[in-house]
Nanobody, 119 residues
Framework: QVQMEESGGGLAQAGGSLMLSCAASGNIFRIYDLEWYRQAPGKERDFVARLTASGRTDYADSPEGRFTISRDNAKNTMYLQMSDLKPEDTAVYYC?????????????WGRGIQVTVSS
């Protein structure tokens, strides 16, 4: 089984920065694509950023230019560096990783971490 643990969320002021981390542990053979999503109160979960195994990055329109997704393969960890934060960035942020244990390939999700940006 695989466990996902997110960290780094909390309260920030508008214009500030936060870095989210998401670490995977357990029965991991290889990690492929990584993604961040977020869900604001009363809204659906929305795509934020993707980093593929080949190194391609994709971003949603809103955070593009302000957020950067990255990975540390040696630590099975992904990051989301968030800069110039805006109140509309307030949401629960979720990570997911596409992981194989050598037999099957699945997408695993973190539990979510709160980010609150005050104006």
């Amino acid at each position: 089984q695989v466990q996902m643990e997110e960290s780094g969320g909390g309260l920030a002021q508008a214009g500030g920065s936060l870095m989210l981390s998401c670490a995977a542990s357990g029965n991991i053979f290889r990690i492929y694509d990584l993604e961040w999503y977020r869900q604001a109160p009363g809204k659906e979960r929305d795509f934020v950023a993707r980093l593929t195994a080949s190194g391609r990055t994709d971003y949603a329109d809103s955070p593009e230019g302000r957020f950067t997704i990255s990975r540390d393969n040696a630590k099975n960890t992904m990051y989301l560096q968030m800069s110039d934060l805006k109140p509309e960035d307030t949401a629960v942020y979720y990570c997911n990783m596409e992981i194989t244990d050598g037999f099957s390939r699945r997408t695993f999700w973190g539990r979510g971490i709160q980010v609150t940006v005050s104006s």
